[in-house]
Nanobody
Framework: QVQLVESGGGLVQPGGSLRLSCAASGSSFSIYAMAWYRQAPGKRRELVAH???????NYADSVKGRFTISRDNAKNTVYLQINSLEPDDTAVYYC????????????????WGQGTQVTVSS
């Protein structure tokens, strides 16, 4: 079992930056791949970035070059650095614990945080 708590969201102007954090508690954080998803109003939840237990990262095309996922296993925390924010980045951002296939595909497990709201507006 893993419990996840996100923080760091807020209201930011276009072009600004935020760093989201996801603190994990429970069993063996380091064995899990971790991911960030987001869900905008009226849209499906989408995977934006994931990081393997070994630290390899993968990003959705829409966020490449602007988002950076990282993890600190000593602190049981995964981060999402978001730069050059755009209005289309407005969404609730969720942290997830999962696995990755050898192909690199991410498999979400049923471990979710409550989400943190990111709003990009002038």
């Amino acid at each position: 079992q893993v419990q996840l708590v996100e923080s760091g969201g807020g209201l930011v102007q276009p072009g600004g930056s935020l760093r989201l954090s996801c603190a994990a508690s429970g069993s063996s954080f380091s064995i899990y791949a971790m991911a960030w998803y987001r869900q905008a109003p009226g849209k499906r939840r989408e995977l934006v970035a994931h990081i393997t237990s070994g630290g390899s990262t993968n990003y959705a095309d829409s966020v490449k070059g602007r988002f950076t996922i990282s993890r600190d296993n000593a602190k049981n925390t995964v981060y999402l650095q978001i730069n050059s924010l755009e209005p289309d980045d407005t969404a609730v951002y969720y942290c997830n614990a999962g696995r990755t296939y050898t192909s690199g595909t991410y498999l979400s497990l049923n471990y979710w945080g409550q989400g943190t709201q990111v709003t990009v507006s002038s």
